[in-house]
Structure formats: C-alpha cells, structure tokens
C-alpha cells in the first residue's frame, strides 16, 4: 500500500533564519514542483512562521523527500522525517495545538484548513491526503470543543487584557488606553478588539504606526504627547514602551485623576518599567506589572498541559480510527481492481458467447439482455463472500490477507497494464492535440 510521509522542519530544531532559508519560492511553485515528480502521488506543503511541511504520498518516500530536501538546501539536523504512521500523529497533534509553540494556540487549526484548501483546489491531493486532513481538521475542532487546551492567556499582552477584565469585572463600556505600538502593544490591541469597550486609544511615539493599528482594530490613534489628556478619561492605561525613562510619572498620574471618583487601572508591561511605583500610594489608583502577569500566564500553561493529556487521549482513540478507515478503504479498492478484472473476463465472455450464437442463427435484443443479465448474476454472486471476507480482513488489520488476495489475482500487473494503456492514450492524445496545434 502507498502510504504517507512526511519532512517536517519546525521550531523545535530550527531558528526562524534557517527555516526562512529552507524555503524558495512561493507555495504553488513548491507545490507543482512536488507533484510533477514521477514518484508522488499526492502532496501537500504546510508553510506558517513557524514550520515548513510537506507530506507526499509515494511508493518511494524516503528518497522522493531526501531528494527534495537536497534541493532546498536545508541543513539534515533541523529536519525530522516521518512514516506513514509518525505522520498521521503528527498531524492530529498539530491540529489539536500540540505542536505550537505556544500549546493549544486556535490559529495552526486555520492555517492547516487554508494550506490543504489550496492543494486540494491545485489538484495535488488524493483520496489518502484527504482522509488524513480531514481526519486532522476534525479531531482539532473535537480536542477544543472538549477540552480547555485553547483557554486563558498564554501571552503577556493578552494576560493583560485579562488582568484588566478581572479586576474591573469586565470590560464593557471601559475606554483603554494603550501606549506603545510595538510587538506587546499590537498583542494588547488585538486581544481589546475582540472584548466589548467603550472606546481603544492607541499612543505611539511615531504617530503614524499608531494611526495603522488603530485604523485595522477600530480605535483611535493619539499622539505621545496628548496621552496626559486621554488618561484623565481612561479606564484602563496598558504601556508597553521600549523607552528607557518613565511615560508615566507620579504627577502626571496624580494631576489626571484629581477631579475623579472611579479606579484607574494602570498595567505596566515594559522593561524597563514605564510608570512610576510611586502611583500605588494614589487614592482609586491600581498599578500592575508584569511580574503580576507572569503568574497569569503560568497559571494558564499549567492547566494547559493538563488539557493537553486530555488532547493526547482523543487523539490515541482517533489514530485508531482512522488506521481503520485506511484499512477499508485498501479492502475496497482491492475490490474494486478485482470487481473490475472480474467484469473486464464477464464482457468478453459475454461477447464471445454472443459471437459463437450469431453464426447459428439471428441473436435479437431480449437474448443479448439474457446473456447479460446472467453473466452479470453469476459474477455478483460469485464476488459475494469474498467481498464480505476482505471487509472483515481489513478491519481486524490483517493486512498479509489482503497482500496475498492481490497477489492472488495479480492485481497490482493488471493496474499496471490498466495504467500503462492510460498512458499511451494520454501520450497519443497530446501527440495529436501538438499537432493540431
């Protein structure tokens, strides 16, 4: 049986610098150049920051993938190649967020849909890919349905949103304030856009950075300057700048909340700090930093991996599974090949019959639908029983009955025979379509 395996180059071995190098090209260029090769059957290539992957279905996997990764350049210590079976854990695992860098994280679930979408809609996948994919993206939507895997916060900037969420009970109808546009204050922005505020204030020091973040999650952009103001209205000021001084001082804080009532939540998430620890000792005034936060993200990577032994279950009974579908679906195709040699014998059987009856005298319609009707009768009946022996030898795994069946029937030199008749046609066809042209 033609199986999967895989080339998989991820995080785990290799810096972002050497898988950026192991890729060339764009996806559908890597893809065809996959596919054209004389050995694949079937392939697909997963690509996101962090893994590049390619999965190929072929009689001659090891030296098909050997081969390619030669041809990328890329170094044998980062790559681990996998068999059939490594290969399909693997890619439930990566489904279910077992193999990000961040454990249980939804966006590798998405990813994984839109790359096997492309290959699918390319013409590079077949019918062992698609049940694997399908199989993967199903288990993936089970393992977050049925498991908190996916739940908390694992990045500073989203604990913070949390943090606020927790000590104000709830976000709705807050304006926040966040200072800094870098990569933690992008992450705090993003994590606000999905909770139901008031109002998000982005304040950077290069206005027009702000202006771009502010216009993709719906807020406003402030300038650095103006941040005075906007505190003096704010709920919740989150500041994760990469300046080396204070943004917020005692006095600043201090002047902005003279004439209110309610709490103002100051997170600070910088290093080195951006606001002034003196700000505890203010009436209505709460300051956290990212020692508070660390506890947060811990906290959720700890029950994280607890969710993830759950996730290793589902996914042990779902290998299972699918190994079993793999096992009917080789069942029926030998069915098929032999239903097909078998019908391939009927008609010319049939013809004959028909021939040798013709030269006695006149054969009409109805006798010809006689004949046909029988000879197809007697072929049904005879495939009958070992249609329903083979099932049953597929899914009690007893893959040495199903060779010997084909060996039996020489199935394998009829496809061959089948195939190669496809070719020449194929080749014919092309020579003529040349030279129309």
Known sequence: MT????????HKKAKVEEMESAWHGDLDSMLHNLYKHEFVHECVVLKTCNRVEIYVVSPKSSSVLFSFAKKMGASTHIIEFYGHEESLEHLLRLAG????????EDQILGQMKDLYAYSKKAGTTGKIIDTAFEKAIQVGKRIRNETKINKGSVSIGSAAVDLAEDILEGLIGKSVLVIGAGEIGILVAKALAEKDIEAIYIANRTFKKAEEI?????????????????????????????APHYILTREIVEKAIENRSRKLLLIDIANPRDIEESVVELENVELCNIDNLRVISEKTLKMRKEEAKKAEAIIQEEIKLLNLQYKRQRADRLLADLYRQVYDVRIKERQKAVNKLCSYHTIGEIETE?????????????????????????????EEFLDVVSRVFCLEKYNARIEKVKQSCENELNRTSEKCN
């Open 3 to 10: 199986e999967i395996s895989s080339m998989i180059i991820s």
């Open 97 to 104: 967020g077992l193999e990000s860098m961040i454990v249980g």
């Open 214 to 242: 502010a216009y993709e999650l719906g807020g406003h952009a402030v300038r650095l300057d103006d941040v005075k103001t906007y505190l003096i209205d704010a709920d919740v000021v989150i500041s994760g700048t990469s």
């Open 370 to 398: 006689v004949l046909d009707d029988l000879t197809h009768s007697i072929v049904n009946k005879i495939l009958a029983e070992p249609t329903k022996v083979l099932r049953q030898a597929a899914e009690l795994g007893n």
